[in-house]
Protein backbone atom coordinates (compact mmCIF):
# COMPACT_ATOMS: atom_id res chain seq x y z
CA UNK A 1 0.00 0.00 0.00
CA UNK A 2 1.62 3.70 -1.06
CA UNK A 3 2.11 5.88 2.09
CA UNK A 4 -0.58 8.50 2.67
CA UNK A 5 -0.02 11.42 1.34
CA UNK A 6 1.51 13.81 3.56
CA UNK A 7 0.95 17.79 3.62
CA UNK A 8 3.68 20.17 2.62
CA UNK A 9 6.91 20.27 5.55
CA UNK A 10 6.48 24.17 6.26
CA UNK A 11 2.93 24.49 7.98
CA UNK A 12 2.73 21.53 10.14
CA UNK A 13 0.94 22.81 13.14
CA UNK A 14 -1.09 25.02 11.83
CA UNK A 15 -2.23 22.85 8.93
CA UNK A 16 -3.89 20.46 11.61
CA UNK A 17 -5.73 23.21 13.09
CA UNK A 18 -9.58 22.88 12.70
CA UNK A 19 -11.49 26.42 11.81
CA UNK A 20 -14.46 26.79 13.53
CA UNK A 21 -17.86 26.67 10.93
CA UNK A 22 -21.29 27.54 11.30
CA UNK A 23 -23.25 24.43 10.01
CA UNK A 24 -27.34 25.07 9.05
CA UNK A 25 -29.50 22.77 8.79
CA UNK A 26 -33.44 23.38 7.69
CA UNK A 27 -36.19 21.44 8.24
CA UNK A 28 -39.84 21.63 7.16
CA UNK A 29 -41.87 19.82 9.76
CA UNK A 30 -45.74 19.48 9.63
CA UNK A 31 -46.52 18.48 13.01
CA UNK A 32 -44.72 15.55 14.31
CA UNK A 33 -43.84 14.85 10.20
CA UNK A 34 -40.18 15.75 8.72
CA UNK A 35 -41.89 16.85 5.28
CA UNK A 36 -37.86 18.34 3.97
CA UNK A 37 -34.49 18.04 5.59
CA UNK A 38 -31.22 17.73 4.65
CA UNK A 39 -30.80 14.05 3.73
CA UNK A 40 -34.43 14.09 1.48
CA UNK A 41 -32.28 17.40 -0.20
CA UNK A 42 -29.00 15.35 -0.69
CA UNK A 43 -31.53 12.22 -2.07
CA UNK A 44 -32.82 14.48 -4.58
CA UNK A 45 -29.36 16.31 -5.46
CA UNK A 46 -28.25 12.44 -6.25
CA UNK A 47 -31.48 11.47 -7.98
CA UNK A 48 -30.70 14.37 -10.19
CA UNK A 49 -27.08 13.58 -10.91
CA UNK A 50 -27.47 9.56 -11.19
CA UNK A 51 -31.15 9.43 -12.89
CA UNK A 52 -31.90 6.37 -10.78
CA UNK A 53 -33.03 6.00 -7.28
CA UNK A 54 -30.33 2.54 -7.42
CA UNK A 55 -27.39 4.45 -8.31
CA UNK A 56 -27.87 7.51 -6.21
CA UNK A 57 -28.34 4.90 -3.12
CA UNK A 58 -25.21 3.64 -3.88
CA UNK A 59 -23.56 6.98 -3.68
CA UNK A 60 -24.83 8.15 -0.79
CA UNK A 61 -24.22 4.68 1.02
CA UNK A 62 -27.47 3.80 1.57
CA UNK A 63 -29.84 0.92 0.96
CA UNK A 64 -31.80 0.93 -1.87
CA UNK A 65 -34.84 0.30 0.46
CA UNK A 66 -34.35 3.55 2.59
CA UNK A 67 -33.90 5.24 -0.44
CA UNK A 68 -36.97 4.23 -1.60
CA UNK A 69 -38.93 4.76 1.53
CA UNK A 70 -37.37 8.66 1.48
CA UNK A 71 -38.47 9.05 -2.10
CA UNK A 72 -41.85 7.82 -0.97
CA UNK A 73 -42.52 9.74 2.06
CA UNK A 74 -41.35 12.99 -0.01
CA UNK A 75 -43.68 12.21 -2.44
CA UNK A 76 -46.65 12.00 0.16
CA UNK A 77 -45.70 15.40 2.17
CA UNK A 78 -45.69 17.37 -1.22
CA UNK A 79 -48.83 18.59 -3.08
CA UNK A 80 -47.00 16.70 -5.88
CA UNK A 81 -44.49 14.02 -6.04
CA UNK A 82 -40.80 15.20 -6.57
CA UNK A 83 -39.26 11.98 -8.05
CA UNK A 84 -41.28 9.96 -10.95
CA UNK A 85 -39.79 7.08 -13.08
CA UNK A 86 -38.90 9.25 -16.79
CA UNK A 87 -40.46 7.85 -20.21
CA UNK A 88 -38.36 4.92 -21.59
CA UNK A 89 -36.44 6.44 -24.31
CA UNK A 90 -33.31 4.33 -25.53
CA UNK A 91 -31.91 2.07 -22.95
CA UNK A 92 -34.90 2.80 -20.91
CA UNK A 93 -36.61 5.39 -18.27
CA UNK A 94 -34.01 6.02 -15.18
CA UNK A 95 -35.87 7.92 -12.51
CA UNK A 96 -36.31 11.98 -13.01
CA UNK A 97 -37.15 14.82 -10.68
CA UNK A 98 -40.16 16.60 -11.40
CA UNK A 99 -40.77 20.04 -12.00
CA UNK A 100 -42.01 19.80 -8.02
CA UNK A 101 -39.17 18.37 -7.28
CA UNK A 102 -36.44 20.66 -8.85
CA UNK A 103 -38.50 23.21 -7.41
CA UNK A 104 -38.19 21.95 -3.60
CA UNK A 105 -34.32 21.26 -4.42
CA UNK A 106 -33.75 24.73 -5.06
CA UNK A 107 -35.51 26.20 -2.71
CA UNK A 108 -34.27 24.79 -0.22
CA UNK A 109 -30.72 25.51 -1.36
CA UNK A 110 -31.28 29.31 -2.50
CA UNK A 111 -33.00 29.62 1.28
CA UNK A 112 -29.42 28.36 2.54
CA UNK A 113 -27.61 30.52 0.56
CA UNK A 114 -29.52 33.62 0.82
CA UNK A 115 -29.40 33.28 4.93
CA UNK A 116 -25.69 32.38 5.07
CA UNK A 117 -24.98 35.52 2.57
CA UNK A 118 -27.33 38.01 4.94
CA UNK A 119 -26.00 37.03 8.34
CA UNK A 120 -22.17 36.71 6.70
CA UNK A 121 -20.61 39.70 9.17
CA UNK A 122 -22.75 38.15 12.05
CA UNK A 123 -21.60 34.62 11.21
CA UNK A 124 -17.91 35.77 11.33
CA UNK A 125 -18.76 37.17 14.71
CA UNK A 126 -19.68 34.38 16.18
CA UNK A 127 -17.29 32.07 14.78
CA UNK A 128 -14.31 34.65 16.18
CA UNK A 129 -15.67 33.68 19.60
CA UNK A 130 -14.52 30.20 19.54
CA UNK A 131 -10.84 29.40 20.42
CA UNK A 132 -8.87 27.14 18.12
CA UNK A 133 -7.65 24.27 19.77
CA UNK A 134 -3.82 23.77 19.65
CA UNK A 135 -2.93 20.58 17.73
CA UNK B 1 -59.18 13.08 35.96
CA UNK B 2 -61.11 16.05 34.25
CA UNK B 3 -61.31 15.64 30.51
CA UNK B 4 -59.11 17.45 28.13
CA UNK B 5 -59.94 20.14 27.33
CA UNK B 6 -61.66 20.43 23.99
CA UNK B 7 -61.54 23.12 21.10
CA UNK B 8 -64.25 25.55 20.03
CA UNK B 9 -66.75 23.03 17.92
CA UNK B 10 -66.91 25.89 15.15
CA UNK B 11 -63.65 24.16 13.74
CA UNK B 12 -62.87 20.96 14.55
CA UNK B 13 -61.09 19.87 11.84
CA UNK B 14 -59.38 22.70 10.31
CA UNK B 15 -57.82 23.73 13.76
CA UNK B 16 -56.31 19.88 14.00
CA UNK B 17 -54.38 20.39 10.56
CA UNK B 18 -50.70 20.95 11.37
CA UNK B 19 -49.09 24.02 9.79
CA UNK B 20 -45.82 23.43 7.87
CA UNK B 21 -42.82 25.41 9.46
CA UNK B 22 -39.42 26.26 9.28
CA UNK B 23 -36.84 24.91 11.40
CA UNK B 24 -33.34 25.89 11.35
CA UNK B 25 -30.69 25.01 13.68
CA UNK B 26 -27.55 26.42 13.43
CA UNK B 27 -24.09 24.76 14.88
CA UNK B 28 -20.71 25.98 15.21
CA UNK B 29 -18.52 23.26 14.90
CA UNK B 30 -14.46 22.80 15.16
CA UNK B 31 -12.85 19.69 13.78
CA UNK B 32 -15.05 16.87 15.49
CA UNK B 33 -16.87 19.41 18.35
CA UNK B 34 -19.68 20.99 18.32
CA UNK B 35 -18.99 24.23 20.32
CA UNK B 36 -22.17 25.95 20.24
CA UNK B 37 -25.55 24.55 19.27
CA UNK B 38 -28.99 25.13 20.15
CA UNK B 39 -29.17 22.95 23.66
CA UNK B 40 -26.16 25.27 24.81
CA UNK B 41 -28.11 28.44 23.69
CA UNK B 42 -31.19 27.17 25.29
CA UNK B 43 -28.92 26.45 28.46
CA UNK B 44 -27.23 30.05 28.07
CA UNK B 45 -30.86 31.75 28.54
CA UNK B 46 -31.98 29.71 31.45
CA UNK B 47 -29.00 30.25 33.25
CA UNK B 48 -29.93 34.14 32.50
CA UNK B 49 -33.07 33.93 33.61
CA UNK B 50 -32.52 31.53 36.57
CA UNK B 51 -29.51 32.87 37.57
CA UNK B 52 -28.26 29.52 39.00
CA UNK B 53 -27.25 26.29 36.78
CA UNK B 54 -28.96 24.03 39.19
CA UNK B 55 -32.44 25.90 38.14
CA UNK B 56 -31.70 26.42 34.07
CA UNK B 57 -31.31 22.41 34.08
CA UNK B 58 -34.53 22.06 36.01
CA UNK B 59 -36.72 24.18 34.27
CA UNK B 60 -35.13 22.02 31.02
CA UNK B 61 -35.83 19.06 32.44
CA UNK B 62 -31.93 18.49 32.25
CA UNK B 63 -30.21 16.63 34.98
CA UNK B 64 -27.64 19.25 36.81
CA UNK B 65 -24.38 17.25 36.26
CA UNK B 66 -25.90 17.41 32.28
CA UNK B 67 -25.93 20.98 32.35
CA UNK B 68 -22.79 21.72 34.42
CA UNK B 69 -20.60 19.34 31.60
CA UNK B 70 -22.68 21.77 28.81
CA UNK B 71 -21.39 24.76 30.30
CA UNK B 72 -18.17 23.26 31.06
CA UNK B 73 -17.59 22.69 27.09
CA UNK B 74 -18.72 25.83 26.42
CA UNK B 75 -16.72 27.54 28.55
CA UNK B 76 -13.54 25.22 26.94
CA UNK B 77 -14.65 26.21 23.45
CA UNK B 78 -14.55 29.69 23.88
CA UNK B 79 -12.24 32.38 23.68
CA UNK B 80 -13.26 33.45 27.37
CA UNK B 81 -15.75 31.55 29.79
CA UNK B 82 -19.75 32.40 28.90
CA UNK B 83 -21.17 31.47 32.46
CA UNK B 84 -18.91 32.17 35.81
CA UNK B 85 -19.82 32.29 39.58
CA UNK B 86 -21.41 35.82 39.96
CA UNK B 87 -20.24 37.39 42.98
CA UNK B 88 -22.00 37.13 46.19
CA UNK B 89 -24.22 40.11 47.20
CA UNK B 90 -27.15 39.58 49.12
CA UNK B 91 -28.67 36.14 49.67
CA UNK B 92 -25.17 34.73 48.05
CA UNK B 93 -23.61 34.91 44.09
CA UNK B 94 -25.43 32.50 41.96
CA UNK B 95 -24.47 32.10 37.94
CA UNK B 96 -23.97 34.75 35.44
CA UNK B 97 -23.45 35.24 31.33
CA UNK B 98 -20.11 36.85 31.18
CA UNK B 99 -19.98 39.74 28.53
CA UNK B 100 -18.93 36.64 26.58
CA UNK B 101 -22.17 34.64 27.17
CA UNK B 102 -23.96 37.51 26.38
CA UNK B 103 -22.27 37.78 22.96
CA UNK B 104 -22.60 34.23 21.91
CA UNK B 105 -26.10 34.55 22.82
CA UNK B 106 -26.96 37.34 21.32
CA UNK B 107 -25.10 36.61 17.92
CA UNK B 108 -26.74 33.34 18.06
CA UNK B 109 -30.28 34.81 18.27
CA UNK B 110 -29.69 37.40 15.72
CA UNK B 111 -28.40 35.23 12.91
CA UNK B 112 -31.06 32.88 13.35
CA UNK B 113 -33.66 35.62 13.32
CA UNK B 114 -31.83 37.74 10.44
CA UNK B 115 -31.90 34.47 8.29
CA UNK B 116 -35.84 33.95 8.74
CA UNK B 117 -36.35 37.62 7.62
CA UNK B 118 -34.08 37.71 5.07
CA UNK B 119 -35.09 34.32 2.89
CA UNK B 120 -38.38 35.24 4.06
CA UNK B 121 -40.42 35.32 0.34
CA UNK B 122 -38.25 31.69 -0.35
CA UNK B 123 -39.47 30.07 3.33
CA UNK B 124 -43.00 30.82 1.92
CA UNK B 125 -42.84 29.47 -1.00
CA UNK B 126 -41.07 26.27 0.30
CA UNK B 127 -43.71 25.95 2.68
CA UNK B 128 -46.48 26.11 0.26
CA UNK B 129 -44.78 22.97 -1.86
CA UNK B 130 -46.05 20.86 1.69
CA UNK B 131 -48.98 19.21 1.82
CA UNK B 132 -51.36 19.23 4.57
CA UNK B 133 -52.69 16.60 5.78
CA UNK B 134 -56.54 15.83 6.21
CA UNK B 135 -56.73 15.56 9.65
Redesign the interface.
Known amino acids: MPPAPTRPSKTPARAAR??????????????D?I??GPGKIELLEAIQQHRSITAAAKALGMSYRRAWLLVDELN????EPAVEAAAGGTGGGGTALTP?GL??LG??R??EA??Q???RD??Q???A?????DA
Chains 1, 2 share one sequence.
Do not use: E, F, W
Open positions: PRPQLRLRMRVVCGTAIRSLKMRVLYDIQAAACDIRLLTVARP
